[in-house]
């Protein structure tokens, strides 16, 4: 692979021999590396396994988002069909519906005493803790209710 040049001037000095050494050796080292990074099986899983939890979260963070979105729509719509049901209630139906409703809270509370006085303590501790965990989850809760009343007018209105 020794190349003797024809022409004594044009033959590289021993300067510029040491720099296409180092030249070369520079290139190798670059060419083990990217070799090295290629073998390198466990670093190339972890980048990609980094990749795929970053997309991950970012489709969770957006799915996460429209849920939230279609929940308040949810939310705006039964509000909405709630009030339009209230307004077209006549007059002596909304009279009869808060006497009602004053009945009601008044059994409610009679209950409410009853049951305090007669149920065990670990019924009424369960009791508590589920109360508990349905004001925690009003959220929920509502929204369920929303959509309940949704459907149930949707198919209300299909009926006339």
């Given at each position: 692979m020794?190349?003797?040049p024809a022409d004594p001037q044009s033959a590289p000095g021993p300067e510029q021999l040491r720099?296409?050494?180092?030249q070369?050796?520079?290139?190798?080292?670059?060419?083990v590396q990217a070799l090295a990074d290629k073998a390198d099986v466990k670093a190339r899983a972890q980048h990609k396994t980094a990749e795929v939890r970053e997309k991950a979260?970012?489709?969770?963070?957006?799915?996460?988002?429209?849920?939230?979105?279609?929940?308040?729509?949810?939310?705006?719509q039964a509000?909405?069909?709630?009030?339009?049901?209230?307004?077209?209630?006549?007059?002596?139906?909304?009279g009869t519906t808060a006497q009602a409703a004053g009945q009601v809270r008044a059994g409610a509370a009679r209950a409410g005493r009853?049951?305090?006085?007669?149920?065990?303590?670990?019924l009424r501790q369960k009791a508590t803790q589920s109360a508990q965990l349905a004001r925690d989850n009003r959220t929920v809760l509502l929204v369920a209710a929303a959509g309940v009343t949704v459907l149930w007018l949707a198919s209300y209105r299909e009926k006339d």
């Amino acid at each position: 692979m020794t190349h003797t040049p024809a022409d004594p001037q044009s033959a590289p000095g021993p300067e510029q021999l040491r720099e296409q050494v180092e030249q070369t050796r520079h290139d190798l080292g670059q060419t083990v590396q990217a070799l090295a990074d290629k073998a390198d099986v466990k670093a190339r899983a972890q980048h990609k396994t980094a990749e795929v939890r970053e997309k991950a979260a970012t489709k969770a963070g957006a799915l996460r988002e429209r849920a939230v979105t279609q929940a308040s729509e949810l939310k705006a719509q039964a509000a909405k069909a709630t009030s339009q049901v209230h307004d077209k209630r006549p007059d002596a139906v909304k009279g009869t519906t808060a006497q009602a409703a004053g009945q009601v809270r008044a059994g409610a509370a009679r209950a409410g005493r009853m049951w305090q006085e007669k149920a065990p303590e670990p019924l009424r501790q369960k009791a508590t803790q589920s109360a508990q965990l349905a004001r925690d989850n009003r959220t929920v809760l509502l929204v369920a209710a929303a959509g309940v009343t949704v459907l149930w007018l949707a198919s209300y209105r299909e009926k006339d």
